[in-house]
């Protein structure tokens, strides 16, 4: 069973800076995809940032240049280094990663962490 744990949420003002980092419970290889979602109150699940194993990394347009996604292999982790935060990136940031088997694709997800930008 996959388990994604996320960590680094928190309350910043708008224009500061935070670092979430999701642990996986297995090889990054493993995954077709990985990526960021976000859910404020009220709307639906978002993609933040979209990362395919051998790929670029694809941003939602309204955090491009702000947010940077990043793994490390060989610590089976993923990263979202978010700067310049506005109020309207308050969300629950959520990690998340696929595998396709047999053509069939299954997504994982962590229990999320808390983003809240205010002043």
């Known amino acids: 069973q996959v388990q994604l744990v996320e960590s680094g949420g928190g309350l910043v003002q708008p224009g500061g800076s935070l670092r979430l980092s999701c642990a996986a419970s297995?090889?990054?290889?493993?995954?077709?995809?990985m990526g960021w979602y976000r859910q404020a109150p009220g709307k639906q699940r978002e993609s933040v940032a979209y990362?395919?194993?051998?790929?670029?990394?694809i941003y939602a347009d309204s955090v491009k240049g702000r947010f940077t996604f990043s793994r490390d292999n060989a610590k089976n982790m993923v990263f979202l280094q978010m700067n310049s935060l506005k109020p309207e990136d308050t969300a629950v940031y959520f990690c998340?990663?696929?595998?396709?088997?047999?053509?069939?694709?299954?997504?994982?997800w962590g229990q999320g962490t808390q983003v809240t930008v205010s002043s």
């Open positions: 998340n990663a696929a595998t396709i088997r047999s053509g069939i694709r299954d997504d994982y």
């Open positions: 297995g090889s990054l290889f493993g995954f077709v995809t």
């Open positions: 990362s395919p194993t051998y790929g670029p990394t």
